[in-house]
């Protein structure tokens, strides 16, 4: 089982269509979890932290189930300006040597 | 400038080279980390330091990949023997110890003919 691991890509939307990525992740121990997008050849940016009750910021909405081991991301009213790939980050317990893994990533396009 | 920077932003190698990277995290940040990424996935996880430690080095990394950052500064990655599945971008990102956001540099794109 992979330790990360996102939905297949491409999500390919219209404008203002709502989308939801989905991760699982293998550690049930891991503690920190976080959604970064990446734009084409470019470095990878943090979009936001994952909190146990669920967080929003703008458009964006994230949430964690830590008893199937599953984060997902929602992005409402989709921009042009959204269309990137979007990965999946767990941190590693410190006690497990605290290591940060990236899922492999889900590409989005968002078409006029 | 005081973001995370990488050196050279790319390198062309021959086949059973040797090459090292140079990775200058943000001053103030004591974990450094470094990664590996192909077209159309995620990083991957190749090691991190905290300061000067080496606290974790991926089981898929080949004895000929090495990683230093012997003063708790910057650090470099030294591939030995180059393979052509060894192309591709390397990223190196940092972050302070108690802060969960993780800065990444613009890499170096590796080509080994």
């Known amino acids: 089982r992979k330790e990360v691991e996102q939905d297949p890509g491409p999500f390919n939307v219209p404008e203002g269509a709502t989308v939801a990525f989905n991760c699982t992740y293998s550690?049930?121990?891991?503690?920190?979890f976080f959604w970064y997008r990446q734009d084409c050849r470019k470095e990878p940016k943090l979009l936001m932290s994952v909190y146990s009750s669920g967080n929003e910021d703008g458009r964006f909405t994230a949430q964690l189930n830590r008893a199937s081991q599953y984060i997902s991301l929602l992005i409402r009213d989709s921009k042009l300006s959204d269309s990137a790939t979007y990965l999946c980050v767990v941190n590693w317990p410190f006690s497990q040597g605290g290591k940060l893994i990236f899922g492999q990533g889900t590409e989005l396009s968002v078409k006029p | 400038d005081t973001g995370v920077s990488q050196d050279p932003r790319h390198k062309i190698t021959k086949r059973g080279q040797n090459v090292t990277f140079r990775c200058d995290p943000i001053s103030e940040h004591n974990r450094l980390y470094w990664y590996r990424q192909t077209l159309g996935q995620g990083p991957e996880f190749l090691t991190y330091f905290q300061n000067e430690a080496q606290l974790e080095k991926s089981r898929l990394l080949s004895d000929r990949f090495s990683a230093e950052r012997p003063k708790g500064s910057f650090s470099t990655l030294e591939i030995q023997r180059t393979e052509q599945g060894d192309s591709a971008m390397y990223l190196c990102?940092?972050?302070?110890?108690?802060?969960?956001?993780?800065?990444f540099g613009s890499g170096t794109q590796l080509s080994v003919l």
């Open positions: 990102a940092s972050r302070v110890q108690t802060n969960e956001k993780l800065f």
């Open positions: 550690n049930s121990a891991s503690q920190s």
